[in-house]
């Protein structure tokens, strides 16, 4: 079978869009009166979308939502000698992810002095003027690295969001960003969000032996192939969510599955986040010191269908900007991902197919140009539906 290609084209060649900010200001000084129509979603999308007072579902389903929280998961005493200690984490950890998807985890090694210096970073860079970010931004063959405030390869349904990141692994491209846009390569900057991916890669590798522990595998099961030497694809993202004047019309993230193994995301004290449980949208409320930790589709498709990557969103404020730090694990391009046999029922066979990151990635990249979030290229890979 061949393996798709990703293909990105400009939305529109000929026309150059304003950037977010330089929106923003135009609506807030009455330059413009309405959201441009490429930033406006659908009713479905938006409707109980509430960002003036973060509810996030309509009335009716208040009491059901009330009841519903994002797990918890907490790390304290991981480095102790007890196995007990360390296979409850690994069963409250595994369970979060065969229900929700989704878990936070607090009580981390990751030391606050490394968060409050990455923070700073992030807010550093998104103070500058729009002509000095734009300096870091990459041509629309690499999306979603370097500065991304237009989104011209997309004409319609675009999120309200600017965002900045790059590689960490195998090769860092932090240092060559930043010479980008301070002459003196800002050392501080680069320092800052070294030491963030480090710490963050470190934890994620810990969450992926538990999470294989929780499925009575060999802890080294997935992590193995997360090493510095494996070929994986460790990459960063700050997420800036400016304020918006028209916040009921549109969303910071459109609901979307991570087309990784693991992602890592420190959010600031602003709500946003969103976690789809059944056909009820749950807000991940912001917790001092935590992390929040999704499936994404490889390790669905890794863990046979035990654990879910589900589809999250995030919505916009008209008063309050927001931050999220993300961290994303992917595999190694040229690794064939398939359940451990362990997974699979005797007599059956796995869910999915065998296949690469490099094959699912040439699908999901040409479902993505064309407006198309959903989990379609993880869909393509199912057994059922595979075609040779």
């Known amino acids: ?37 490429r930033y406006i979603w659908p009713g479905e999308v938006v409707e109980n979308l509430k960002p003036a007072n973060h509810e996030t579902v309509a009335k009716e ?18 480095d102790s000698a007890s196995e007990e200690v360390r296979a409850r984490i690994a069963r409250e950890m595994g369970k979060a992810c065969e229900e929700w998807g ?20 992030a807010r550093e860079f998104f103070a500058l003027p729009v002509e000095e970010m734009e300096k870091a931004s990459e041509p629309p063959g690499k999306p979603l690295m370097g500065y991304g405030g237009r989104l011209s390869f997309l004409s319609s349904k675009v999120p309200w969001v600017e965002y900045l990141g790059e590689f960490h692994i195998p090769e860092p491209g932090v240092e060559a960003l930043a010479k980008k846009v301070w002459e003196d390569g800002n050392p501080k900057f680069c320092k800052a969000i070294t030491d963030y991916c480090n710490s ?44 918006c004047p028209r916040a009921s019309e549109t969303v910071g993230q459109g609901p979307h599955s991570d087309p990784v193994a693991l992602t890592i995301l420190r959010q600031d004290q602003v709500p946003g986040l969103q976690v789809r449980k059944g056909n009820t949208w749950i807000t991940a409320e912001p917790l001092s010191g ?7 589709d490889f390790l669905q498709a890794w863990s046979n269908d035990r654990f879910k990557s589900v589809e999250h969103r995030a919505f916009v404020n008209e008063k ?10 992917s595999p190694p391009p040229v690794l064939n991902i398939e359940a451990p046999s362990k997974l699979v029922p005797e007599n059956q066979q796995s869910v999915y197919r065998t296949f690469t990151y490099a094959e699912y990635l040439g699908i999901m990249f040409q479902n993505r140009v064309t407006g198309d979030f959903s989990k379609k290229a993880l869909d393509y890979m199912r057994r059922e539906t595979a075609t040779e």
Not at 11 to 37: G, H, K, M
Not at 320 to 327: A, D, G, K, T, W
């Open 200 to 243: 963050a890669e470190q934890l994620g590798l810990l969450i992926l032996e538990l999470l294989a522990e929780s499925l009575n595998l060999p802890k080294d099961t997935y992590s193995q192939h997360f090493q510095r030497t494996s070929g994986y694809q460790g990459s960063w993202r700050f997420n800036y969510y400016t304020r």
């Open 1 to 37: 079978m061949a393996t798709a290609k990703p293909i990105y084209q400009l939305a529109t060649p000929t026309q150059v869009y304003d950037n977010i900010r330089t929106v923003e200001a135009q609506l807030r000084s009455c330059i413009i009166d309405s959201l441009p129509e």
């Open 320 to 329: 309050r900007e927001r931050l999220s730090m993300i961290y994303f694990m």
């Open 290 to 296: 935590a992390f929040v930790v999704n499936v994404g």
């Open 102 to 121: 989704f878990f936070q985890v607090i009580n981390t090694a990751v030391p606050a002095a490394v968060m409050e210096q990455v923070n700073d970073s």
């Open 61 to 78: 389903k208040e009491d059901v939502v009330q009841n519903l929280a994002i797990p918890v998961v907490d790390l304290a005493g991981i």
